[in-house]
């Protein structure tokens, strides 16, 4: 097992494969960096010369892009092709929570990983470095290598457990100035060669005390952990908002006061409509069933509190609206502002948007959306998938436009549900008189103003303050 690492192969050219691959191959040009998908669209997109199209959204991004592609850095569909030349493959599918059979709604759904583990075996004929990227359950590197060694074709496989710290709408400046890069392994010789392979190519660019090595389960037990950890926070400060608007608290006050305690810290208490992203939720179900599993019960309670106070707090934004437009939305027409699952992204999976969407449209309201990097037909493609009505219906009910000013036009309320900083910069006065009276502005972000709305006639509630 080699040490120096020439060519890698990555399957999976997603939110994580893609900005991950892009900033390996710019920090190492002597390693040729294939990333390789089923999707054949996304493919192109990646390979797209106007880099305004790329399938991914990311500040920073086409510049990393632009230097690498076409030098070190490919996009290809040829997976076949990529895993044959490869010394290092990294496996960067989707694990989204499992919608039938066992574990059904909880657990993680492993067929995407262990279609590539059977890929690479049929198709390997020298030694590999097989890297987890993607977020998997403690153990799973086992099943990986059990699939792998039976080829029985005197191939050998080292199994890595690396995975991806990076959050979404930052991922190039979290990849380039990594907090930390966590690689698990074997304890034997072969197992640390592997390691030591992987610590090379990040070596590249991150200071070796930043590269911390584990062994495998330890490694795949933190990314879950860390989630839930972030997780916990964003819904402790959530409940805390709803206490604050019950007795006069201002969550913003409360948030700071309590992160200038250094044992706490002031990063990740931003009081909000809810946390999105396709693997909080997914990440704390994953350890919820396997606590479970292991007969954990407590263990397993104390984590699914998180996912209950998230789905209350995205429950009750929309019923605050409701209950202040005089308890009925019926053919009153309510703009949203954002609908990504955060600022900086053009990702939308379980954004709180959806949710709050859906349950103003069960009450026959009209939502006009802008969001500056999602379309129309991304967010019907979300409301469909909640299967609440039929698609005519959402269509029906839900509409993007193009102009901010002229989704808010008309509006009886409007509602801030993603962060993006334009918003901060509307004419607020002009958007007002072309509203109908009294105008009501929810805001799921706290990113506006209050004082400077209120002077303007605007009626404001935020959350976590009354
Ligand atoms: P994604 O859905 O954006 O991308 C996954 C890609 O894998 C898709 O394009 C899909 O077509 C492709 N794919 C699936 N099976 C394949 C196969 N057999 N061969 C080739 N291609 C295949 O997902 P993502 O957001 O990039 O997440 C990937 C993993 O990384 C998940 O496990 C996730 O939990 C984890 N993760 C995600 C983030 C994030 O910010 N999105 C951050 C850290 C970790
Ligand atoms: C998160 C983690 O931060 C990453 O470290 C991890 O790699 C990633 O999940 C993953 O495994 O997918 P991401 O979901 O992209 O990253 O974005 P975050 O910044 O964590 O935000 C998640 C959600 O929480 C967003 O909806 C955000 O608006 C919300 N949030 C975050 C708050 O409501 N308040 C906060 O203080 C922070």
Redesign the pocket.
């Known amino acids: 097992m080699q040490t120096h690492i020439k060519n890698i192969c990555c399957?999976?050219?997603?939110?994580?494969?893609g900005p991950t691959m892009a900033v390996i191959a710019d920090k190492n040009p002597h390693v040729k960096v294939t990333v390789?998908?089923?999707?054949a669209k996304?493919i192109a997109a990646w390979n797209d010369e106007d880099v305004s199209s790329l399938p991914v959204y990311e500040p920073g991004l086409s510049d990393v892009i632009q230097r690498a592609r076409g030098r070190n850095l490919f996009f290809s569909t040829e997976?076949e092709q990529a895993i044959d030349q490869a010394d290092m493959i990294f496996i960067?599918?989707?694990?989204p929570t499992k919608t039938y059979g066992k574990g059904k709604g909880m657990a993680a759904d492993l067929k995407?990983v262990e279609?590539?583990a059977r890929?690479i075996a049929s198709v390997a004929k020298t030694d590999k470095i097989v890297v987890e990227?993607?977020?998997?359950p403690v153990r799973t590197a086992q099943a990986i290598k059990t699939i792998l060694d039976q080829t029985g074709n005197g191939v050998n496989f080292q199994i890595l457990s690396n995975?991806?710290?990076?959050?979404?709408g930052t991922?190039i400046k979290d990849l380039e100035e990594a907090d930390r890069v966590l690689i698990g392994g074997e304890e034997s010789e072969a197992g640390q060669k592997a390691i030591q392979a992987l610590v090379n190519i990040y070596a590249a660019w991150l200071p070796k005390e930043r590269i911390l090595t584990t062994n495998v389960w330890s490694s795949e037990l933190s990314k879950l952990t860390a989630n839930a950890f972030l997780a916990q926070r964003v819904s402790s400060i959530n409940s805390i908002s709803e206490l604050c608007e019950a007795t006069g608290a201002n969550v913003k006050e409360v948030a700071k006061a309590i992160g200038l305690d250094s044992r706490i810290g002031s990063k990740f208490l931003q009081a909000s409509v809810g946390f999105g992203?396709?693997?909080f939720q997914?990440?704390i179900l994953n350890l919820v069933y396997i606590s479970k599993s292991l007969g954990l019960t407590e263990v397993a309670d104390y984590w699914e509190q998180v996912i209950i106070m998230n789905d209350h707090q995205k429950r009750r934004f929309a019923e605050k609206i409701v209950q202040t437009l005089f308890n009925t939305v019926s053919d009153k027409k309510i703009a949203f502002l954002g609908w990504a699952f955060k600022k900086d992204t053009n990702?939308t999976r379980e954004s709180a948007a959806i949710y709050v969407a859906d349950q103003l449209m069960d009450e026959q309201a009209k939502i006009r959306v802008f969001d500056p990097k999602v379309s129309e037909t991304q967010m019907q493609t979300d409301l469909n998938y909640l299967n609440t009505r039929s698609e005519a219906e959402n269509e029906a009910l839900l509409k993007a436009t193009e102009d901010p000013y002229q989704a808010c036009k008309d509006a009886h309320a409007i509602a801030i549900l993603t962060e993006w900083d334009e918003f901060k910069t509307y004419d607020w006065k002009k958007v007002y008189e072309q509203m109908k009276k009294p105008a009501f502005i929810f805001d799921g972000r706290r990113i506006l103003d209050r004082k400077e709305l209120e002077a303007i006639g605007f009626r404001v509630y935020r959350i976590g303050e009354n």
């Open positions: 399957i999976g050219a997603g939110y994580v494969g390789v998908d089923i999707n996304r997976v960067s599918v989707n694990t995407y279609l590539c890929q990227k993607s977020t998997l995975p991806e710290f990076l959050a979404e991922a992203g396709s693997c997914k990440d990702d």
